[in-house]
Protein backbone atom coordinates (compact mmCIF):
# COMPACT_ATOMS: atom_id res chain seq x y z
CA UNK A 1 0.00 0.00 0.00
CA UNK A 2 1.21 3.59 -0.77
CA UNK A 3 2.26 5.84 2.27
CA UNK A 4 -0.45 8.24 2.23
CA UNK A 5 -3.71 6.25 3.19
CA UNK A 6 -5.71 7.89 0.30
CA UNK A 7 -4.98 9.87 -2.98
CA UNK A 8 -7.86 11.68 -4.28
CA UNK A 9 -7.74 12.23 -8.18
CA UNK A 10 -10.73 14.18 -9.22
CA UNK A 11 -11.98 13.49 -12.99
CA UNK A 12 -11.52 16.67 -15.32
CA UNK A 13 -14.41 15.21 -16.97
CA UNK A 14 -16.58 17.06 -14.91
CA UNK A 15 -14.33 20.54 -15.50
CA UNK A 16 -15.73 23.34 -17.46
CA UNK A 17 -13.26 22.59 -20.24
CA UNK A 18 -13.94 26.35 -21.62
CA UNK A 19 -11.94 27.60 -18.86
CA UNK A 20 -10.07 24.45 -17.81
CA UNK A 21 -6.72 26.16 -16.68
CA UNK A 22 -9.10 27.82 -13.89
CA UNK A 23 -10.90 24.41 -13.50
CA UNK A 24 -6.79 22.90 -12.87
CA UNK A 25 -6.13 25.64 -10.39
CA UNK A 26 -9.70 25.48 -8.54
CA UNK A 27 -9.23 21.67 -7.94
CA UNK A 28 -5.76 21.92 -7.00
CA UNK A 29 -6.35 24.68 -4.20
CA UNK A 30 -9.31 22.47 -3.09
CA UNK A 31 -7.16 19.35 -1.96
CA UNK A 32 -6.51 17.40 -5.04
CA UNK A 33 -3.76 15.56 -5.42
CA UNK A 34 -3.57 14.10 -8.86
CA UNK A 35 -5.68 14.96 -11.59
CA UNK A 36 -7.40 12.44 -14.02
CA UNK A 37 -7.63 12.86 -16.86
CA UNK A 38 -10.24 10.51 -19.66
CA UNK A 39 -9.02 9.73 -23.14
CA UNK A 40 -11.44 8.15 -25.01
CA UNK A 41 -10.95 7.17 -28.89
CA UNK A 42 -15.21 6.82 -29.98
CA UNK A 43 -13.66 3.05 -30.60
CA UNK A 44 -13.21 1.64 -27.25
CA UNK A 45 -15.49 3.55 -25.90
CA UNK A 46 -18.48 5.48 -26.91
CA UNK A 47 -17.30 8.86 -26.59
CA UNK A 48 -14.62 10.94 -27.86
CA UNK A 49 -12.77 13.17 -25.46
CA UNK A 50 -9.14 15.05 -25.56
CA UNK A 51 -5.74 13.87 -27.24
CA UNK A 52 -2.12 14.44 -26.01
CA UNK A 53 -2.28 18.18 -26.99
CA UNK A 54 -4.89 18.97 -24.75
CA UNK A 55 -2.81 16.39 -21.68
CA UNK A 56 0.67 18.56 -22.53
CA UNK A 57 -1.47 21.89 -21.62
CA UNK A 58 -3.26 20.43 -18.69
CA UNK A 59 0.28 19.94 -17.64
CA UNK A 60 1.37 23.24 -18.61
CA UNK A 61 -0.42 24.37 -15.71
CA UNK A 62 -0.74 21.73 -12.88
CA UNK A 63 1.50 21.50 -10.34
CA UNK A 64 0.16 17.84 -8.95
CA UNK A 65 0.47 14.69 -11.30
CA UNK A 66 -1.59 13.41 -14.08
CA UNK A 67 -3.05 10.35 -13.88
CA UNK A 68 -3.89 9.51 -17.53
CA UNK A 69 -6.84 6.89 -18.20
CA UNK A 70 -6.09 5.69 -21.55
CA UNK A 71 -9.95 4.15 -22.97
CA UNK A 72 -8.61 3.28 -26.38
CA UNK A 73 -7.90 0.61 -28.36
CA UNK A 74 -4.25 1.19 -29.35
CA UNK A 75 -2.81 2.50 -25.86
CA UNK A 76 1.09 1.45 -27.28
CA UNK A 77 0.60 3.34 -30.52
CA UNK A 78 0.17 6.79 -28.61
CA UNK A 79 2.39 6.10 -25.22
CA UNK A 80 5.43 8.27 -26.45
CA UNK A 81 2.90 10.89 -27.64
CA UNK A 82 1.20 11.03 -23.89
CA UNK A 83 4.30 10.81 -22.36
CA UNK A 84 5.98 13.30 -23.50
CA UNK A 85 2.58 15.53 -22.76
CA UNK A 86 3.34 15.03 -19.42
CA UNK A 87 1.63 11.53 -18.25
CA UNK A 88 2.83 10.60 -14.97
CA UNK A 89 0.36 7.92 -14.60
CA UNK A 90 -0.55 6.11 -17.79
CA UNK A 91 -3.18 3.12 -17.60
CA UNK A 92 -4.33 1.38 -20.26
CA UNK A 93 -7.19 -1.60 -20.44
CA UNK A 94 -6.65 -5.10 -20.50
CA UNK A 95 -9.49 -5.47 -22.67
CA UNK A 96 -7.49 -4.23 -25.83
CA UNK A 97 -4.47 -6.58 -24.50
CA UNK A 98 -5.96 -9.83 -23.50
CA UNK A 99 -2.89 -12.13 -23.89
CA UNK A 100 -0.41 -11.90 -21.13
CA UNK A 101 1.94 -11.43 -23.45
CA UNK A 102 0.08 -8.76 -25.31
CA UNK A 103 -0.05 -6.83 -21.90
CA UNK A 104 3.17 -7.13 -21.11
CA UNK A 105 4.14 -5.04 -24.79
CA UNK A 106 1.99 -2.26 -23.68
CA UNK A 107 3.59 -2.02 -19.98
CA UNK A 108 7.28 -2.25 -21.52
CA UNK A 109 6.25 0.29 -24.46
CA UNK A 110 5.40 2.85 -21.53
CA UNK A 111 8.02 2.28 -19.47
CA UNK A 112 10.30 2.38 -22.38
CA UNK A 113 8.76 5.95 -22.94
CA UNK A 114 9.47 6.90 -18.98
CA UNK A 115 6.50 6.52 -17.83
CA UNK A 116 6.95 6.67 -13.51
CA UNK A 117 3.69 4.88 -12.86
CA UNK A 118 2.16 1.90 -15.44
CA UNK A 119 -1.86 1.13 -14.48
CA UNK A 120 -4.07 -1.78 -15.72
CA UNK A 121 -7.75 -1.20 -16.01
CA UNK A 122 -10.35 -3.44 -16.24
CA UNK A 123 -14.08 -3.03 -17.25
CA UNK A 124 -17.45 -4.24 -14.79
CA UNK A 125 -17.43 -7.34 -16.39
CA UNK A 126 -14.13 -8.07 -17.23
CA UNK A 127 -13.04 -10.52 -14.31
CA UNK A 128 -9.92 -10.07 -12.45
CA UNK A 129 -8.75 -12.79 -12.97
CA UNK A 130 -7.73 -11.26 -16.23
CA UNK A 131 -4.99 -8.91 -14.80
CA UNK A 132 -3.38 -11.77 -12.31
CA UNK A 133 -0.41 -12.27 -15.03
CA UNK A 134 0.95 -8.77 -14.67
CA UNK A 135 0.32 -7.65 -11.51
CA UNK A 136 3.92 -7.77 -10.39
CA UNK A 137 4.40 -5.62 -13.84
CA UNK A 138 2.21 -2.46 -12.96
CA UNK A 139 2.33 -0.12 -10.46
CA UNK A 140 -1.69 0.40 -10.26
CA UNK A 141 -4.50 -1.30 -10.92
CA UNK A 142 -7.72 0.57 -11.99
CA UNK A 143 -10.88 -1.28 -11.17
CA UNK A 144 -13.86 0.29 -12.55
CA UNK A 145 -16.97 0.94 -10.84
CA UNK A 146 -19.02 1.90 -14.41
CA UNK A 147 -19.29 1.33 -17.38
CA UNK A 148 -16.24 3.92 -19.16
CA UNK A 149 -17.29 6.32 -22.12
CA UNK A 150 -19.22 8.80 -19.54
CA UNK A 151 -19.00 10.63 -16.41
CA UNK A 152 -22.14 10.99 -13.52
CA UNK A 153 -23.19 7.34 -13.28
CA UNK A 154 -23.94 4.99 -10.60
CA UNK A 155 -21.15 3.33 -8.62
CA UNK A 156 -21.48 -0.59 -9.62
CA UNK A 157 -21.10 -2.23 -6.14
CA UNK A 158 -20.23 -5.59 -7.62
CA UNK A 159 -17.17 -4.52 -8.45
CA UNK A 160 -15.80 -4.65 -4.98
CA UNK A 161 -14.57 -7.93 -4.55
CA UNK A 162 -12.00 -7.20 -7.45
CA UNK A 163 -10.46 -4.69 -4.74
CA UNK A 164 -10.51 -7.37 -2.11
CA UNK A 165 -9.00 -10.11 -4.50
CA UNK A 166 -6.24 -8.20 -5.44
CA UNK A 167 -5.73 -7.68 -1.05
CA UNK A 168 -5.96 -11.04 -0.69
CA UNK A 169 -3.79 -11.65 -3.71
CA UNK A 170 -0.84 -9.52 -1.78
CA UNK A 171 -1.04 -6.95 -4.12
CA UNK A 172 0.77 -3.90 -2.73
CA UNK A 173 0.31 -1.45 -5.13
CA UNK A 174 -2.04 1.12 -6.23
CA UNK A 175 -5.52 0.14 -6.29
CA UNK A 176 -8.10 3.12 -7.82
CA UNK A 177 -11.50 2.93 -8.16
CA UNK A 178 -13.20 5.20 -11.18
CA UNK A 179 -16.88 5.77 -11.59
CA UNK A 180 -19.59 7.30 -9.39
CA UNK A 181 -17.30 7.32 -6.39
CA UNK A 182 -18.76 9.67 -3.72
CA UNK A 183 -19.38 10.36 0.16
CA UNK A 184 -21.80 7.42 0.10
CA UNK A 185 -19.65 4.90 -1.96
CA UNK A 186 -15.94 6.13 -1.18
CA UNK A 187 -15.78 4.33 2.39
CA UNK A 188 -16.97 1.03 0.85
CA UNK A 189 -13.90 1.04 -2.15
CA UNK A 190 -11.51 2.54 0.57
CA UNK A 191 -12.77 -0.05 3.27
CA UNK A 192 -12.27 -2.97 0.37
CA UNK A 193 -8.41 -2.00 -0.42
CA UNK A 194 -8.85 0.71 -2.67
CA UNK A 195 -6.37 4.15 -2.41
CA UNK A 196 -6.80 6.13 -5.13
CA UNK A 197 -10.22 7.50 -5.93
CA UNK A 198 -11.14 9.16 -8.84
CA UNK A 199 -14.57 11.06 -9.02
CA UNK A 200 -15.56 13.77 -11.50
CA UNK A 201 -19.18 14.71 -10.61
CA UNK A 202 -19.03 14.48 -6.93
CA UNK A 203 -15.86 17.24 -6.73
CA UNK A 204 -17.21 19.07 -10.12
CA UNK A 205 -20.57 19.22 -8.97
CA UNK A 206 -20.47 20.06 -5.28
CA UNK A 207 -21.49 23.12 -4.33
CA UNK A 208 -18.09 23.57 -1.96
CA UNK A 209 -15.27 21.57 -3.51
CA UNK A 210 -12.47 22.18 -0.99
CA UNK A 211 -15.74 21.37 1.72
CA UNK A 212 -16.03 18.12 -0.80
CA UNK A 213 -12.34 16.83 -0.90
CA UNK A 214 -11.42 17.50 2.71
CA UNK A 215 -14.90 15.16 3.98
CA UNK A 216 -13.77 12.66 1.41
CA UNK A 217 -9.93 12.61 2.78
CA UNK A 218 -11.69 12.21 6.22
CA UNK A 219 -13.83 9.36 5.30
CA UNK A 220 -11.55 7.69 3.17
CA UNK A 221 -8.80 7.85 6.17
CA UNK A 222 -11.62 6.75 8.84
CA UNK A 223 -12.41 3.37 6.31
CA UNK A 224 -9.05 2.95 5.82
CA UNK A 225 -8.57 1.97 9.65
CA UNK A 226 -11.46 -0.40 9.44
CA UNK A 227 -9.40 -2.81 6.63
CA UNK A 228 -9.41 -6.25 7.78
C1 LIG B 1 -15.68 7.18 -17.03
C2 LIG B 1 -14.40 7.83 -16.59
C3 LIG B 1 -14.43 8.36 -15.22
C4 LIG B 1 -15.47 9.46 -15.01
C5 LIG B 1 -15.88 9.42 -13.57
O1 LIG B 1 -15.48 6.54 -18.23
O2 LIG B 1 -13.34 6.88 -16.64
O3 LIG B 1 -13.15 8.83 -14.82
O4 LIG B 1 -15.01 10.73 -15.30
O5 LIG B 1 -16.93 10.30 -13.39
P1 LIG B 1 -17.91 10.20 -12.14
O6 LIG B 1 -17.08 10.36 -10.90
O7 LIG B 1 -18.87 11.31 -12.36
O8 LIG B 1 -18.55 8.82 -12.19
ZN1 LIG C 1 -11.37 7.50 -15.72
Known amino acids: M ?28 AGADWLHVDVMDAHFVPNLTI ?3 VV ?6 ATVPLDVHLMITEPARYAADFAKAGAHVLTFHIEVAREPE ?23 DTPIESVADVLDEVDLVLVMSVFPGFGGQKFIADVLPKTRWL ?11 DGGVDLTTLPDCVEAGADVLVAGSAIFGAPDMTQRISDFRRLGEEAAGCRP
Request: hydrophobic share 35%; proline share 7%.
Open 167 to 177: RTAGYTGHVEM
Open 56 to 61: KAIHGV
Open 2 to 29: SAAPITISPSLLSCDFGRIAEEVGRVER
Open 51 to 53: GPP
Open 102 to 124: AAREVIRTFRGEGIEKVGVSLNP
